[in-house]
């Protein structure tokens, strides 16, 4: 603990520097298994073949990157809002170890081929066990922190952090039910139909509580920190917080538009897809407001950047979302390269641009120094922007193209093309998308060595001081 | 009209009520004051609290 | 107030999404799977086929692949039957997916003959010359069968110990085959749903020489795989010399013919593309 401070910051750096080490990993599957659909030649069966490696890069990216960055700063917040330290370091140390332990064995099962194969849900119960574990010494050290707090009323970000807490607990462990044949396999607990909406009210909230409610607790925070003037409006967070977790939980089926699940849970999921835009839009509008007078700061303050960045990106997100929840245009783009476009935008362009600044302003106060070099921060946020934007707008072409292409029909009614036809014409796409995947792990990076750079900085000047 | 669509439609609008409860409480003019004040508070948390930033134990009130 | 008292605040959080989940998400157990929508003739998988989708699941082919067929016209034109909710009672876990990388799969069954997926698996591109498959000829190895009795009690499908048996010597391969030979079988679609052909069937092309170099490409790239690029006959018979009219032709390319495993290539060519093949096929003979 960091005595001088009086705040368990110790563990923050470890959470971190192993977030920044899966976040890598991530990126790295990624681009690898980019290049395997453009390039089939690249599989190596049988521990790298596309079907085996897709499940490593998203969980590497949403529990690896995304939790373990979330586990850092929902401890660096939660201690800084409640003005008081950590309720237990200790716990905090095994949950650190607990978390990288999972991260890797879920990285071999998976390479080994144990995976349920329901998405983002892929770990055989012996691993999943442990994510349970692992889950609760979280919740619950931040939840006694927050109790026995300094400060009495909670800023918003608490309420999305608490938020988090249980909603993830509630999807992980519903979804993750199963019926345990050996140590390395299991069947779902629920059938056809039922298992597909069960799946995908997990699948789609875990947007909401894992890609949504942390990075907003996070921007939340470190907009205001960031550029020195508080957010627009408390009450407003407060409305809308409480109508996003309301409505997130109705729109699971979305992701089942026109299959065998019955049509009125689709029609839901659909109307509160849409109704979501005004809650994720007062985030928005939050963010914009704060920025009233401090738009300069776009120019002069790199952090602000990042997070002005990311939650355009989060409002784009949240319209697109939902123009795809609507039937109609689900039955067009659905299934096609569009979705990964989507997604992309999300993860690559709103958690990680958030998660970017977070870091840029946690670890020279962490390592009490300065940041190593700011034009170099500059250069990683245009790189990772190219980056993302290169991929996204290629998927959005190439879905859009190919579901016209699947859609044309003859003048007799029978279909013009059959499905081989139109995913040939996808290669250009996924070769500009590799390249957009390299531009961005090029970001990334630049990145990690002005990390590296300022951590080191840090340390020489600590020791400087002691001798 | 039939039951069931009476019942959704009361459903609708008890859960419309709750949220104009939670907006007027919010926007209430008592609340103002108070449900602004984490947004000041929060830009100065640098430290931990001690007597003399202001901060209190909750517990011990 | 709840702002101030965490505790609370966490049991309304709590309960706010409980509310949503309670009716999209546990509700529906109450309709879906209902024994009314129930399809007599969906089977319970046997244990070659469970062990062939373990591998299907293994190997993340669900990555790339859906098992459902919409409602749609781009849908059910290109794949068959749309899915129903009834087909899927057996399926822990389901395998719709969420991706089409490669072709929906959820009426693969019967589709192809056994040979068919044999070399595709082994060489997807020699059956698709620009497919980006992985190449799964490792899974000609043998089935591990330490399990599948225990697999077929957990999920309380009927065998007998001669299904058990009859694993024995059999490739991981065969497994797989097994299982996408049954998904989306069950039910007789096939033979209720096979687009008929309208009209008089006239070779709009015959005669015409012009055509023949298309046919041949057409013919290269989608009927070589089985009947071979000099048709002599391979996973398919013989087709030189076609002793048939080319109406009967036509109709065995445009609506494959189900007994003989020769799948309907309409919708992947059309009528004007069918018959140039048709052309073709009727201009080759042995020397």
Partial sequence: MNQQEGYADDIVKGFVIWSMVWGLVAVLVGVFISFQIAFPQLNFPPYLTYGRLRPIHTNAGIFGWGIGSFMAFFIYITQRLTRTSLWSPGLAKVQLWLFNVVIALAAVTLAMGMNRSKEYAELEWPVASLVVVLWVIFAVNIVMTIVKRREEQMYISLWYILATLVGVAVLYLVNNAAIPVSLTKSYSAYAGANDANVQWWYGHNAVAMVLTTPPLAIFYYFLPKATGVPIYSHRMGVVAFWSLIFM???????????????????????????????????????????????????????????????????????????????????????????????????????????????????????????????????????????????????????????????????????????????????????????????????????????????????????????? | MDSASIYYLGVTLLLFLVFAAIVARTYSRKQKAKGEQPKYRMMDDDYPSDEKKGGRDVRRK | MIEKKPIIFLLLATLTILVGTVITMVLPFRWINDPKLAIASVKPYTPLQLEGRDIYIREGCNNCHTQTVRPLLSDTERYGEYSKSGEFVYDQPFLWGSRRNGPDLARIGGKYPDAWHVKHMKDPRSMVPRSNMPSYDFLNRPLDTSLSEKKMKALKFPYTPADIQALQGKSEMDAIIAYMQKVGNDIPWRKTGKAEVLGELKNPFQGNMSVLPEGQKLYAEHCAQCHGIELKGEVGPDLRDLDQPDAKVFTSVYGGIAAGGMPSFGDTLGKERTWKVVTYLKSVHRK
């Avoid at chain 1, 999300?346 to 958030?354: D, F, K, N």
């Fill in chain 1, 248 to 467: 997130y939980l109705w729109t699971g089926a979305h992701h089942l538009l026109w299959t065998p699940v019955p049509d009125w849970v689709q029609t839901l999921a659909m109307g509160f897809s849409v109704m979501l835009i005004a809650p994720s839009w007062a985030a928005v509008f939050n963010g914009y407001f704060s920025m009233n007078g401090q738009w300069h700061q776009m120019r002069e303050n790199y952090l602000v950047k990042f997070l002005i960045f990311g939650i355009t990106f989060y409002g784009m997100q949240t319209l697109q979302g939902p123009s795809q929840a609507v039937r109609t245009f689900s039955a067009f783009i659905h299934y096609t390269d569009w979705v990964p476009g989507h997604v992309h935008m999300g993860t690559l362009g709103w958690v990680s641009l958030v998660l970017f600044a977070a870091i840029y302003y946690t670890v020279p106060r962490l390592y009490h120094t300065e940041v190593y070099s700011v034009p170099l921060a500059n250069v990683h946020f245009w790189l990772v922007l190219t980056g993302q934007l290169i991929f996204s707008i290629t998927m959005w072409i190439a879905g859009v193209q190919q579901a016209a292409m699947l859609n044309a029909t003859n003048p007799d009614g029978s279909l013009h093309y059959s499905f081989i036809e139109t995913m040939v014409e996808l290669y250009p796409y996924w070769h500009m998308r590799a390249l957009g995947g390299v531009i961005y792990l090029a970001g990334l990076l630049v990145f990690l060595y002005n990390i590296y750079q300022t951590i080191a900085g840090g340390k020489a000047q600590a020791a400087a001081q002691r001798a």
